[in-house]
């Protein structure tokens, strides 16, 4: 089947500006996670959302930046007032509820000038 | 929070084994992965380990892990030019999955 779908997948934008990442993960899973990979820090957790649970939001850096997860599918990631550091490979993984495999997206590799 | 050490390189010739290397200092991790990264790909889970098994062989992929000394590694049998690309490790802290700087290996004919 379908795997994770993520959009955009560059996104180029100025600092300052805001920016949406959007992850569609594989139907009927429960579970959402959305990490960072850049070239200074290597792969990070964002947050992660369970269900109607409330999302684990510990690995978001800063509060520019949210996520939401409407209807329990899609999930947009948020960055407000985007800065030079933001600069990275966003990725998106989902997996089924109680089982360990996560599966990731392509990725959207955002560019802040 | 937890720390993963792998290797940054490994170069082999077509046709030999490969064997990449993890350590990991959280010894709560339930499960311990492989993902492989292509260039400008996303991460492609290769195999997993729980954390009560010594040893898992998936076709040419054998997973060792050693508890005591919190050591992981991945065997690749015939290894192939295609399977050049950055092999990540990662154990699980809870549902969130912290991962190594990644192996960069090379195939060469």
């Known amino acids: 089947g379908a795997g994770v779908s993520q959009s955009p997948s560059n996104k180029v934008t100025e600092k300052g500006k805001d920016v949406e990442l959007r992850c569609d993960p594989i139907?009927?899973?429960?579970?959402l996670y959305w990490y960072r990979q850049s070239l200074g820090q290597g792969l990070e957790f964002l947050i992660y959302?369970?269900?109607?649970?409330?999302?684990?939001k510990s690995g978001l850096p800063s509060d520019r930046f949210s996520a939401e997860r409407t209807g329990g599918s899609v999930s947009t990631l948020t960055i407000q007032r985007t800065q030079q550091e933001d600069s990275a490979v966003y990725l998106c993984?989902?997996?089924?509820?109680?089982?360990?495999?996560?599966?990731f997206g392509p990725g959207t590799r955002l560019t802040v000038t | 929070g937890e720390d993963v050490e792998q290797s940054l390189f490994l170069s082999v010739r077509e046709g030999d084994s490969s064997v990449i290397n993890c350590t990991y200092t959280d010894s709560s991790s339930t499960y311990l992965y492989w993902y492989k990264q292509e260039p400008g790909a996303g991460l492609q889970l290769l195999t997993y380990?729980?954390?009560?098994?010594d040893m898992k062989q998936d076709q040419r992929l054998t997973v060792l892990l050693n508890k005591k000394d919190k050591h992981l590694s991945l065997r690749i049998a015939d290894t192939q030019t295609g399977d050049s690309a950055i092999y990540f490790c990662?154990?699980?802290?809870?549902?969130?999955?912290?991962f190594g700087k990644g192996t960069s290996l090379l195939v060469t004919p």
């Open positions: 990662a154990g699980n802290s809870g549902y969130a999955l912290n």
């Open positions: 139907s009927g899973h429960t579970a």
């Open positions: 380990i729980f954390s009560n098994m």
């Open positions: 993984a989902s997996s089924s509820s109680g089982l360990p495999e996560q599966y």
């Open positions: 959302f369970q269900g109607n649970s409330a999302p684990d």
